[in-house]
């Protein structure tokens, strides 16, 4: 939110200076911070005039793609993930009484992620 926030700054934004101004431990922010620059939501530089930035525009960052980036599967469970499918051990997926219920869970949570975007939240 941050970066999205001062975006239209053009430069880079120092880790120390997110985590100062956010109230982050900056070691923490860093760990997020490289695997944002590893699944390319942010791009980062070293050097005086290094830190980071987005590279894409706040309004085309969704909550669903951040959060399959940094946790993995947003389906509570295995066998109605879209991404990251798995059978439950032990389960007959044809006579499951469950299922159905999670994936109108996955459907509707899905459809809330996919609609935010980073620029959406901002204040």
């Not at 070691?27 to 620059?37: N, V």
């Not at 909550?63 to 599967?73: Q, S, V, W």
């Amino acid at each position: 939110m941050y970066l999205a926030d001062h975006q239209e700054e053009d430069r880079s934004i120092f880790s120390s200076e997110i985590a100062e101004q956010e109230l982050i431990p900056k070691k923490f922010l860093e760990t997020i911070l490289r695997e944002l620059r590893n699944f390319q939501f942010v791009q980062s530089k070293r050097g005086k005039t290094g830190g980071y930035k987005l590279l894409k525009d706040p309004k085309e960052i969704n909550l669903a793609d951040l959060m399959r980036a940094i946790d993995g599967p947003i389906a509570m469970l295995p066998c109605v993930s879209l991404n990251y499918y798995a059978n439950c051990e032990e389960c007959d997926e044809k006579i499951c009484q469950i299922k159905p219920v999670f994936e109108g869970v996955r459907d509707q949570t899905l459809k809330i992620l996919n609609s935010t975007s980073i620029d959406s939240m901002r204040q």
